[in-house]
């Protein structure tokens, strides 16, 4: 079992629409979970944090946290065209030192 | 203008040749990390530290390794023991165990 998993996508949208990106976590001891996003050849950049469970709200983004499913998510409202990105899920694991990151789901918003 | 470096951006590499890559970062970050990305993948874990003088192997360590003396500084050198080095290479820093990570903008390497 992976450490985080995504769906790999591609994810499509139109555009105004809410767009769920999924994720899920093998350890249990996880205390932080973070999504970043990355544009086609450049590095990722963080977006959302969060730390305990329940919905956190920054702008068109919203990041869900269920520890006792092991499962975090990202909505991200009125989705638009400049949206289209991978999103990486990042979780810190092994005792907090390590942070593991998914696979990363393709999104398109499409016009 | 605080922020993670990296150098150089591009890296042509001839096969057997070691090489090292440069991070730099200026936010005072004790932890520091190297993930490698090959295309259409996410990120895979080389090495870590959370303090100076200090690192673990992460999820691929094999054909690479890194030095930790200053807490500025993390270089990753790629070794002729890694078989398929070409890939984007990442860097990483954060406050520490459990806080959030900010990346340089890569080197790309590429094996020619």
């Known amino acids: 079992q992976k450490e985080v998993e995504q769906n790999s996508g591609p994810l499509s949208v139109p555009e105004g629409a809410i767009a769920s990106l999924n994720c899920t976590y093998s350890d249990r001891g996880s205390q932080s979970f973070f999504w970043y996003r990355q544009y086609s050849g450049k590095s990722p950049e963080l977006i959302m944090s969060i730390y305990s469970n329940g919905d956190k709200e920054d702008g068109r983004f919203t990041a869900q946290l269920n520890k006792a499913s092991q499962y975090v998510s990202l909505l991200i409202r009125d989705s638009q065209p400049s949206d289209s990105a991978t999103y990486l899920c990042?979780?810190?694991?092994?005792?907090?030192?390590?942070?593991?990151f998914g696979t990363g789901t393709q999104l398109k918003v499409e016009l | 203008d605080g922020g993670i470096t990296q150098s150089p951006k591009y890296l042509f590499r001839k096969e057997g040749q070691n090489v090292t890559l440069s991070c730099e970062q200026n936010?005072?970050?004790?932890?520091m990390y190297w993930y490698r990305q090959d295309p259409g993948q996410g990120l895979r874990l080389i090495y870590y530290s959370q303090i100076v003088n200090d690192f673990q192997k992460g999820d691929i360590a094999e054909g690479y390794s890194v030095s930790r003396e200053k807490k500025e500084s993390f270089p990753l050198t790629v070794t002729s023991a890694q078989k398929n080095p070409t890939a984007f290479y990442l860097c990483?820093?954060?406050?520490?165990?459990?806080?959030?990570?900010?990346f340089g903008q890569g080197t790309r390497l590429t094996v020619v």
């Open positions: 990042a979780v810190n694991t092994g005792g907090g030192n390590k942070l593991t």
């Open positions: 990483a820093s954060s406050m520490g165990a459990n806080t959030e990570a900010f």
């Open positions: 936010l005072n970050h004790d932890a």
